[in-house]
């Protein structure tokens, strides 16, 4: 049965580290959702977040994989334990003869913000779960949509757990 | 010491123990080439081709146990690098290549003799280093070295723009480098190790299935002393050969696709498998699903990934091999049971399917058969040659017929199946073992494809002996369309009016060669050419052009269902 991991990595903060993460899902054919990365407040440390689907043998294969590059320091599948998950998503869309109160119901009822309004566009920004964001572009999908922006997921989990050195 | 960046990289190797440095020279090595003529601790061998080279240092590993050391030019020395390093890398072999580049300014500017080198091989090494800092290349260096040779071994590439060869630094050398994301050893769990001698005591049918990890990690005499005190029969994988002695009585033979009927019908039988440093590659496994359908599989390896990645176990063991099994050994020997009585229903099952003798062949139709070009050597040696094999059914024959009582003495290239491996692989065995016989062992095909090595052979009297089983086919491709496409041979003949007199091109190398074409001359052929002691011999056994490896389990088979002959 494939599940849906959300996994976390502490990475050495050097060229061509993504490139050894991104390489090894695409050599071994594992499946990648969303992968987002950025420094820490340690600045030898980047955090990476993979979202993976897979069968239970196939992620413990990921992991180990990743455990295995050298210059991955930590990895952590956070969905194994109480977890944060938050994505952002900003969808513009044209709203020449719209019917504006049915948008702004939409937005209200998915606790999305309108973040710019032009003449004939607007954009929305909604901050959550991946499933909240896929919910809200689907109840927008009815409208010209322009573009849809996701971030990728990051997560953290809850509680002491921590994914240091 | 203010060094350069070259000299750093000669006074770092010299340091480091390295002996011997395989390679080839070209513009972004220059500053290195000039470091390596201006001492003589370091030797350089030139190779002919950079391919060569690689799989030299990479014979040399194999065969002693040492990281091989590689030096080539940036762009094509590198590219012509890569099949030897992907070689490396699928057996594991302890080995670091060091690259040149183009000045660092000009990275990314389609320079002359640029290619990304990390890019390319990043797929097929451990690791790899691109160097920005002459600062930091001393320590590039030794991460390299003790990344290549601990945990399951790789070859990993250092990069090393020419700049950098020039800007000068202080040197010393570093004893040891911290590398916090890398975990150099895994000390073995005692409950595992509890529970696995467990599982040995309560099995009715065990096997030990064991690979190339126990030549690497040294566990011959281990795996011996186990397997020897639990009365449990043997099996190797092609990369283990050696690691038990093919000689004794509880050895099996060789596994898998070309394996022996006892093998592999043991593994389909057996209700325990105890995995020593291998990997169930597919070859090995032939069909996954009916894949020793009835056993728990214990697992044991140094690298967590490559357990349960084919084949699901029951109990996996994460640590040396050669660890695990002393631990395994201490428990064994505090509570000594009678192994020998209790098995004894499994081994006459064993000598049952032994007396088969799938090995056997027909030798009387008056043409060279290559399994008995392969018994003669044997008994010629004393089985104590390292032989270095290319890849085809020669490779098979030798695995079958050349029985490895000690690790390191086969030499092949069983994951990526590179020819052209066996002769430089048998020059690196070769200086690594001066004294020794050293037998390349190929096919018309597979030789061609490095046969300029001959000359550095000749430069460095290096006295190989070659021993070229000429079918004149590309005979494991055209055993294949016997088998599976009707005998359709297309672009496997390689007719004798369109090869080279092998006899002549090893004259014309400057070496001996020599043609046999009657199976009586074999061993008196044999005899003659090893007596050489101080010369290359190039041995040219015109064989039965149609020979079949067997036994064979057919693709999608399973390893009980394999054709006999
Ligand atoms: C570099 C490379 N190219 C192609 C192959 C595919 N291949 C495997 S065995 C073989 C034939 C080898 O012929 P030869 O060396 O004459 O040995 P024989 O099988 O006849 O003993 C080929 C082409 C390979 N293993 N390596």
Redesign the pocket.
Same mark, same amino acid.
């Given at each position: 049965m494939t599940t849906r991991h959300i996994i976390s990595l502490l990475l050495e903060n050097e060229a061509g580290a993504l490139s050894r993460v991104a390489g090894l899902f695409s050599a071994r054919g594992f499946n990648i959702e969303t992968l987002t990365v950025a420094p820490t407040h340690d600045a030898t440390l980047s955090r990476m977040t993979i979202v993976t689907s897979g069968t239970e043998a196939i992620i413990e294969q990921i992991n180990k994989q990743l455990n295995k590059l050298v210059d991955v320091v930590q990895v952590k599948d956070i969905t194994e334990g109480e977890h944060i998950e938050r994505e952002l998503v900003m969808i513009k869309i044209s709203t020449a003869g719209l019917d504006c109160d049915q948008v702004r119901q939409i937005i209200t009822e998915h606790e999305a913000d309108v973040v710019d309004q032009q003449d004939d566009t607007c954009v929305i920004e909604l901050l959550g779960n991946s499933e909240k964001i896929n919910t809200l572009i689907a109840a927008m999908a009815q409208y010209p949509l322009l573009e849809v922006v996701r971030s990728g997921v990051s997560g953290i989990a809850r509680g002491a757990e921590v994914l240091s050195i | 010491m203010e060094l350069t960046g070259a000299e750093i990289i000669t006074e770092f190797l010299k340091d480091e123990g390295v002996e011997y440095v395989f390679g080839y020279p070209g513009g972004a090595v220059l500053h290195i080439y000039d470091a390596i003529y201006r001492q003589d601790a370091v030797k350089h061998v030139l190779s002919r081709h950079e391919q060569g080279a690689v799989h030299a240092a990479d014979g040399y590993a194999r065969s002693n146990g040492k990281t091989g050391v590689v030096l080539v030019t940036s762009g094509p020395g590198a590219t012509n690098a890569v099949?030897g390093i992907a070689t490396a890398y699928m057996d594991s072999i302890p080995m670091v290549v060091i690259t040149g580049q183009v000045p660092s300014p000009l990275i990314g500017n389609d320079a002359f003799q640029e290619v990304d080198t990390v890019g390319i091989t990043r797929s097929c090494v451990k690791h790899n280093f691109l160097v920005t800092d002459v600062e930091e290349l001393t320590e590039t260096l030794k991460k390299a070295f003790i990344i290549a040779s601990t945990g399951r071994p790789g070859p990993v590439v250092v990069d090393v723009p020419k700049d950098i060869t020039g800007f000068k630094t202080e040197y010393s050398y570093p004893e040891s480098i911290e590398i916090r994301s890398y975990t150099q050893f895994y000390h073995p769990p005692a409950e595992q190790i509890t529970q696995a001698v467990e599982m040995v005591r309560a099995a009715q049918r065990p096997v030990l299935y064991t690979g190339g990890g126990v030549i690497l990690g040294d566990a011959a005499a281990e795996l011996s002393e186990f397997a020897r005190m639990a009365t449990i029969p043997v099996t190797n994988t092609s990369m283990g050969l050696g690691g038990y002695p093919a000689t004794d009585k509880q050895f099996l033979g060789m596994l898998g696709m070309h394996g022996t009927y006892e093998a592999n019908m043991a593994m389909h039988n057996t209700d325990l498998l105890i995995a020593v440093g291998a990997r169930f590659d597919d070859r090995v496994t032939g069909n996954i699903e009916k894949f020793c359908p009835q056993a728990k599989i214990i697992h044991i390896d140094v690298d967590p990934s490559s357990i349960s990645k084919n084949v699901q176990v029951d109990l996996p063991i994460v640590g040396c091999v050669k660890d695990v099994l002393s631990d395994m050994l201490v428990l064994l020997k505090q509570q000594p049971i009678a192994e020998e009585e209790r098995l004894a229903p499994w081994w006459s099952e064993i000598n049952e399917w032994r007396s088969e003798d799938c090995l056997a062949f027909k030798n009387d139709d008056g043409m060279i058969h290559p399994q008995h070009v392969l018994q003669e050597l044997y008994k010629v040696t004393h089985g104590d040659a390292y032989i270095c094999s +290319?890849? =085809?059914?020669?490779?098979m024959f030798a695995a079958q017929y050349y029985k490895f009582d000690k690790p390191r003495r086969w030499i092949n290239s069983g994951g990526l $199946?590179?020819? $052209?491996f066996g002769l430089p692989a048998a020059m690196g065995a070769q200086f690594a073992h001066p004294d020794a016989t050293v037998c390349t062992i190929? =096919? +018309? =095909?597979?030789?061609q494809?490095n046969i300029q090595e001959l000359a550095t052979c000749k430069e460095f009297g290096l006295p190989i002996k070659i021993i070229n !089983?000429n079918?004149g086919? !590309?005979?494991?491709?055209r055993q294949w369309q016997e088998f599976f496409y009707e005998r359709r041979y297309a672009e496997v003949t !390689?007719e004798a009016q369109n090869q080279p007199d092998f006899v002549k091109l090893a004259e014309a190398y400057g070496h001996v060669g020599m043609r046999i074409t009657n199976p009586d001359d074999v061993t008196s052929a044999l005899e003659e050419a090893m007596a050489m002691k101080d010369k290359l011999v190039f041995m040219d056994f015109i064989i039965n052009p149609e020979e079949n490896v067997y036994p064979m389990v057919p693709a999608g088979a399973g390893l009980n269902e394999m054709i006999l002959v």
């Open positions: - | 099949t +290319d890849v =085809g059914q020669h490779q $199946g590179t020819m $052209g190929t =096919g +018309d =095909g597979s030789i494809m !089983l079918n086919f !590309l005979g494991m491709v !390689l």
